[in-house]
């Protein structure tokens, strides 16, 4: 925390939290940009919490591996292609640059296209490792939420969807450069980025515990990630300043996650219930070998071990 100087009306303003002096740092002619090391390091954390508790599952790490590099291509474009869908106006209309629909490093990734076409890419990717979805997206359900926390960072050095000015002794100081053209005096906005990323920690210790509580599989603990963030964006989300389309009154962003919670919780309640399924249910690149229950028959002449002989792990 930082003492900050009284902004005009006299309110006073007795701690914020700084801004980045930078968010770009140059090593020789190429950029090294803060935002693209937080969303990094994010998918390494999420890459290694998903290892152990893969393994735990009985499955091979580098299963892991191999289905990351499908899924995380596929997300970054997801992520990318949902932003300029959802706000096109930001590049394609009179005086604006096309071109920039392609900077990521700028910001600007939809968390719900991110996941949509990085389900596609895993989907992919566990056909052809032979391991079924629904086990996998159980497995990554944790560390995916730790991955989002870890890279909201990111917009904090972009100083970027901060939310309404406030005086709060955490309010986020920004620079004159990136307020907002209707509050250009106004020097501190809730950190909405935080509260985000505070909330993903939360949601990741709840699908721990739950996951050791009711044993969920079938994709049911996904389920609840999804279910339990999209709670949490509803409030963040109504925080934010920056420029969003709106239906009704409430930002699009907000309509989708009431849209996708309800989508989540009708899968919790509706979706086969019992302890986490098999991690190994189909041949690499083939057809489903499962029996009426669903369940892997055999596999190479030998029955395919199932969570209900293994522990599950966060």
Request: charged share 15%.
């Given at each position: 925390?930082?003492?900050?100087?009284?902004?005009?009306?006299?309110?006073?303003?007795l701690?914020?939290?700084?801004?980045?002096?930078r968010?770009?740092?140059?090593?020789?002619?190429?950029?090294?940009?803060?935002?693209?090391?937080?969303?990094?390091?994010?998918?390494?954390?999420?890459?290694?919490?998903?290892?152990?508790?893969?393994?735990?599952?009985?499955g091979?790490?580098?299963?892991?591996?191999?289905?990351?590099?499908w899924?995380?291509p596929?997300?970054?474009?997801?992520?990318r292609?949902?932003?300029?869908?959802?706000?096109?106006?930001?590049?394609?209309?009179?005086?604006?640059?096309?071109?920039?629909?392609?900077?990521?490093?700028?910001?600007?990734?939809?968390?719900?296209?991110?996941?949509?076409?990085?389900?596609?890419?895993?989907?992919?990717?566990?056909?052809?490792?032979?391991?079924?979805?629904?086990?996998f997206?159980?497995?990554?359900?944790?560390?995916?939420?730790?991955?989002?926390?870890?890279g909201?960072?990111?917009?904090?050095?972009?100083?970027e969807?901060?939310?309404?000015p406030?005086?709060?002794?955490?309010?986020l100081?920004?620079?004159?450069?990136?307020?907002?053209?209707?509050?250009?005096?106004?020097?501190t906005?809730?950190?909405?980025?935080?509260?985000?990323?505070?909330?993903?920690?939360?949601?990741?210790?709840?699908?721990?515990?739950?996951?050791?509580?009711?044993?969920?599989?079938?994709?049911?603990?996904?389920?609840?990630?999804?279910?339990?963030?999209?709670l949490?964006?509803?409030?963040?989300?109504?925080?934010?300043?920056?420029?969003?389309?709106?239906?009704?009154?409430?930002?699009?962003?907000?309509?989708?996650?009431?849209?996708?919670?309800?989508?989540?919780?009708?899968?919790?309640?509706?979706a086969?219930?019992?302890?986490?399924?098999?991690?190994t249910?189909?041949?690499?690149?083939?057809?489903?070998?499962?029996?009426?229950?669903?369940?892997?028959?055999?596999?190479?002449?030998?029955?395919?071990?199932?969570?209900?002989?293994?522990?599950?792990?966060?």
């Amino acid at each position: 925390m930082a003492p900050a100087p009284d902004p005009p009306g006299g309110t006073m303003i007795l701690a914020s939290i700084p801004s980045p002096a930078r968010g770009v740092w140059h090593l020789g002619p190429i950029p090294i940009r803060a935002y693209a090391l937080c969303i990094i390091a994010g998918i390494i954390v999420a890459v290694l919490v998903t290892q152990k508790r893969w393994a735990a599952r009985g499955g091979r790490t580098d299963d892991v591996l191999d289905i990351s590099l499908w899924a995380v291509p596929f997300g970054i474009v997801g992520g990318r292609l949902y932003h300029v869908i959802t706000d096109p106006e930001l590049y394609f209309t009179a005086e604006k640059q096309p071109i920039k629909a392609l900077y990521i490093w700028d910001g600007g990734l939809g968390i719900w296209g991110a996941v949509a076409l990085g389900a596609l890419g895993a989907w992919i990717g566990c056909r052809r490792a032979g391991v079924k979805l629904s086990a996998f997206a159980d497995a990554v359900a944790p560390g995916l939420v730790l991955a989002q926390a870890i890279g909201r960072f990111g917009n904090y050095f972009n100083q970027e969807l901060y939310g309404a000015p406030t005086t709060l002794p955490w309010a986020l100081r920004i620079d004159p450069a990136h307020r907002p053209a209707d509050t250009p005096d106004i020097a501190t906005y809730h950190p909405t980025f935080l509260y985000e990323s505070l909330w993903c920690v939360g949601v990741f210790l709840l699908l721990i515990w739950a996951e050791k509580r009711f044993r969920l599989g079938y994709g049911r603990l996904f389920a609840l990630y999804v279910a339990a963030y999209t709670l949490g964006r509803v409030w963040v989300e109504a925080l934010r300043v920056d420029h969003a389309n709106r239906i009704l009154g409430l930002r699009l962003n907000i309509w989708t996650s009431i849209l996708i919670f309800a989508a989540a919780v009708a899968y919790l309640l509706l979706a086969r219930r019992g302890q986490p399924d098999s991690v190994t249910s189909v041949q690499p690149t083939g057809d489903d070998p499962t029996d009426g229950e669903g369940e892997p028959s055999t596999n190479g002449g030998e029955t395919t071990a199932s969570d209900h002989e293994r522990p599950v792990t966060g």
